[in-house]
């Protein structure tokens, strides 16, 4: 197919879908608005009462049972254990956020990347791995949430290296449940929902990881603030 019949194609399907939706809406009185019918949510806000400590052990068995990598540390073993980490794959050339905190790696044997509009998609994928922190964690689905915050960077450079190194902060990160969670993020954000490494399967159920993502995600779970390092 050419580029010119995609696009048809494309202008086509969208006209289709945008024609759906003026028909379902054509009942609908012009002066309406969305908050005129306030959506009910007595949904539960969360399954069970948790301690804070109980909150973190069930992110941790989610995560590892998404086959993410599970470490835990304080804020001054931070930085050693991201050093080990990444000594551990060899990695030499590791992508940062422009915001990340510059004591996180201090003493680390790499090269570091900065995050920029500069960087090429090649040179992302050469990168052999990612560090970030995270918007916050959740407890009950084992995913971690990046929005693009100054110690997270911008949505692809936790997408094309292969080894993410996520960092999340016990004390203020972590909630129970999707609900809790989107009560905090701010929805005009660039959200991305990180639920162990990229994988899918094929019609045969063979998984696969690494083909919409790192194939690696190692959370790190710190106790204190490291914000400040």
Request: aromatic share 2%; net charge negative.
């Amino acid at each position: 197919m050419s580029a010119a019949s995609g696009d048809v194609g494309g202008d086509a399907s969208r006209e289709r879908i945008l024609g759906r939706i003026r028909r379902a809406l054509a009942d609908v009185p012009r002066y309406e608005r969305p908050r005129d019918h306030p959506v009910v949510r007595d949904y539960l806000r969360a399954h069970g009462e948790r301690t804070p400590a109980e909150s973190v052990d069930l992110l941790a068995e989610n995560l590892a049972d998404y086959r993410a990598v599970v470490h835990r540390t304080d804020t001054a073993g931070l930085p050693p254990l991201l050093g080990r980490l990444l000594a551990s794959r060899g990695a030499r050339r590791v992508v940062v956020p422009t915001g990340l905190p510059g004591g996180w790696l201090a003493g680390a044997r790499v090269d570091l990347v900065t995050d920029s509009v500069a960087l090429t998609p090649r040179e992302l994928d050469g990168a052999d791995s990612v560090v970030t922190g995270c918007a916050l964690a959740i407890a009950e689905t084992g995913t971690v949430v990046l929005d693009s915050g100054p110690d997270q960077g911008r949505r692809r450079i936790s997408l094309v290296p292969d080894h993410h190194l996520c960092v999340v902060r016990i004390a203020d990160q972590i909630v129970d449940s999707v609900p809790q969670a989107l009560e905090r993020l701010a929805p005009g954000r660039p959200l991305t929902w990180i639920s162990g490494p990229s994988a899918t399967s094929d019609i045969e159920l063979d998984r696969v990881e690494g083909v919409h993502g790192p194939r690696t995600l190692e959370v790190i779970l710190v106790d204190g603030d490291p914000r400040s390092m």
